[in-house]
């Protein structure tokens, strides 16, 4: 019992919940995260198959983003192209000009234009990028507020569940 001139706080039962609260919660947290992350890999994986050059589709079909997992203290998220094509086309410049494209004995001509095939031409802009050189890191620029959005969803899940 407390005094007149003292104040007494019990804090026992508030401290046992607190720390029921943090048991568990690195499973938890790495439970939320690499189902999280693994969501915001095939967002990344659609925004590269969205802006990577599209000519016969081979390379656009390569592109995939695995699952999340966690190696050692770290939530690892693996994706990329398969195809030694794909770094080529990613980094290569541009050929300025208009060029031929040769397939199977036939010409089309003006087919490239300005290091751009016509089908690639054709594709839809993504999150304001254009497609062709550059599709990877552009995708991973066009999803960054979503990265960011992704983190606070991560802490929400966290402390809600």
Do not use: C
């Amino acid at each position: 019992m407390a005094k007149k001139d003292e104040i007494n706080i019990d804090w026992g039962n508030t401290l046992n919940e607190f720390e029921q609260f943090f048991d568990g919660m690195e499973d938890k947290f790495e439970r939320i995260a690499i189902e999280e992350y693994s969501k915001f890999g095939l967002l990344v994986e659609e925004g590269a198959k969205a802006l990577v050059h599209h000519d016969e589709g081979d390379l656009e079909d390569s592109i995939s983003f695995d699952r999340a997992k966690r190696i050692g203290d770290r939530i690892i998220l693996e994706g990329g192209s398969s195809s030694e094509y794909a770094w080529r086309r990613h980094e290569e410049p541009y050929r300025k000009g208009s060029h031929t494209k040769y397939d199977d004995g036939a010409a089309f001509p003006h087919y490239y234009v300005d290091g751009r095939g016509q089908r690639t031409r054709t594709k839809r802009n993504w999150r304001g990028f254009a497609p062709g050189r550059k599709y990877m890191i552009n995708a991973i620029n066009a999803v960054t507020p979503d990265y960011n959005l992704m983190l606070d969803r991560i802490l929400k899940r966290v402390m809600e569940e």
